[in-house]
């Protein structure tokens, strides 16, 4: 009887604090500007798009200048979807002439285009870095204490550090698509048979092992972004919430290419694509907006009384 009261009392403190969690998030939001935040969150994550994707231009540029391989391939890629580039581009017509100019001034602006866009994107990044700092301490409650210096210091060593994951998880991935076949017929037959299981076991927990990777790194920025170290299972709150929102944004956004895309094309031409990308960095903002006040809503209801966030931890 008393295990059975027991188990009724922990019951009955999990359903109050679940109803106590809600009402503190509910009143979280009320309080905080969350559009406000969620605006210049998007406004610099858009900043850090562009030089990305001319750091990614140039990483193209140096694979096309290393490999002729590497070059027919993106060659024939681009010329198999010239009907649909035509759509983005009315003003002109595209050839295959125009594919190869576009080419030859990618192999040829590599080296500039890397280092300006690698320059741009450490700035750029780490204002990003900075306003999801703000944006954390504003919701936690919490106060700049450091330097201006040493904060921006500090954006840049935790942009370079969460980059730098998310290039060696992208390249590795990128080898295994690259050594798939080679290490297909390394071992002969039993070898191959047991790679082609593993490697569709792997393809078929996927999209597990990606929300678990960006559980992961969303974690880390939590924890260790803000002055003020918030605890792991804090952490892992806000990091859960927000890549579960991310898996919904991605069915979301390719419910909506295949329905309305095709009449947003229509109306705005090639600026559809430009259009697609605000509305993008806007959702992403606003989805890490509310994981923080889910994050701060658990922080002040849900853990164990006694731990709190309230001081910086040494170090």
């Known amino acids: 009887m008393r295990e059975v009261g027991k ?6 403190a999990g359903r109050s604090c679940w ?14 500007p969350i559009f406000y935040m969620a605006s210049a969150l998007a406004f610099a994550l858009g900043l850090a798009i562009l030089p990305l994707l001319l750091f990614v231009l140039s990483g193209l540029g140096f694979v096309l200048s290393s490999s002729e391989v590497a070059y ?3 060659r024939d890629w681009l010329e198999a979807y010239l009907p649909v580039l035509e759509r983005f581009t009315p003003e002109r017509g595209l ?8 080419l030859f001034s990618l192999i040829e602006g590599r080296r500039v285009t890397g280092l300006v866009a690698l320059g741009s994107l450490f700035l750029t990044g780490s204002s990003l870095i900075a306003t999801l700092r703000t944006t954390l301490h504003a919701v936690f409650g919490f106060s700049e204490s450091r330097h201006l210096l040493v904060s921006k210091l500090y954006d840049v060593l935790w942009f370079g550090i969460l980059g730098s994951i998310v290039v060696i998880l992208g390249v590795s991935g990128t080898l295994i698509g690259i050594l798939w076949e080679p290490l297909r017929h390394l071992g002969g037959q039993g070898f191959e048979v047991a790679f082609s299981v593993w490697m569709r076991l792997i393809g078929l927990l996927g999209p597990l092992l990606a929300l678990g990777v960006n559980v992961g790194l969303f974690a880390l920025l939590f924890r260790f972004v803000p002055e003020v170290r918030l605890p792991w299972s804090t952490a892992w709150v806000g990091s859960g919430g927000f890549s579960l929102l991310l898996e919904l944004a991605r069915y979301g956004v390719g419910f909506y290419l295949a329905h309305a895309f095709p009449r947003l094309n229509a109306l705005y031409g090639s600026y559809s694509l430009l259009l697609l990308l605000v509305l993008w960095c806007y959702y992403v903002a606003l989805t890490f907006v509310l994981s923080v006040t889910i994050a701060a809503a658990y922080e ?7 731990r709190t966030a309230s001081a910086p931890e040494p170090g």
């Open 7 to 12: 188990k009724a009392r922990s019951a009955q």
């Open 19 to 32: 109803k106590a969690f809600w009402y503190t998030w509910w009143r979280v939001v009320q309080r905080e």
């Open 72 to 74: 027919a391939r993106v």
């Open 95 to 102: 050839s295959r002439e125009h594919l190869e100019a576009l």
């Open 300 to 306: 002040q209801t849900c853990r164990t009384p006694g």
